[in-house]
Nanobody, 120 residues
Framework: QVPLAEPGGGVEQAGAALKLSCAASGRTFSRYAAAWFRQAPGKEREIVAVIGWNAGNTYNVDPGRFTISRDNAKNTVYLQMNSLRPEDTAVYYC???????????????WGQGTQVTVAS
């Protein structure tokens, strides 16, 4: 098990920037793909961004505003969010799994989630 901890959520004004981090304990973090998902009230959990174990492969639903990155030396994956919009309001989850995927089913370890609220 590689527990995941996700500090970094909060309340922001529209147009602001916010950086989420997800720290994993354990020595095997660098072997896993990592992803950020989000879930808004009444909606299904959806992919935000994915990054491969070596950061060589990524997927991002909004590359103009979001950037996923990782630092394997620190066992941490990040999500930089710029130009926040009220529709970005959701609980954001990090997850790791053996391969890159946009599906929640591919990830076997999840963080507890962090609330991001964007006020208009």
């Amino acid at each position: 098990q590689v527990p995941l901890a996700e500090p970094g959520g909060g309340v922001e004004q529209a147009g602001a920037a916010l950086k989420l981090s997800c720290a994993a304990s354990g020595r095997t973090f660098s072997r896993y793909a990592a992803a950020w998902f989000r879930q808004a009230p009444g909606k299904e959990r959806e992919i935000v961004a994915v990054i491969g174990w070596n950061a060589g492969n990524t997927y991002n639903v909004d590359p103009g505003r979001f950037t996923i990155s990782r630092d394997n030396a620190k066992n941490t994956v990040y999500l930089q969010m710029n130009s926040l919009r009220p529709e970005d309001t959701a609980v954001y989850y990090c997850a790791i799994g053996p391969s890159i995927s946009r599906s929640t089913l591919a990830y076997n370890l999840w963080g507890q989630g962090t609330q991001v609220t964007v006020a208009s």
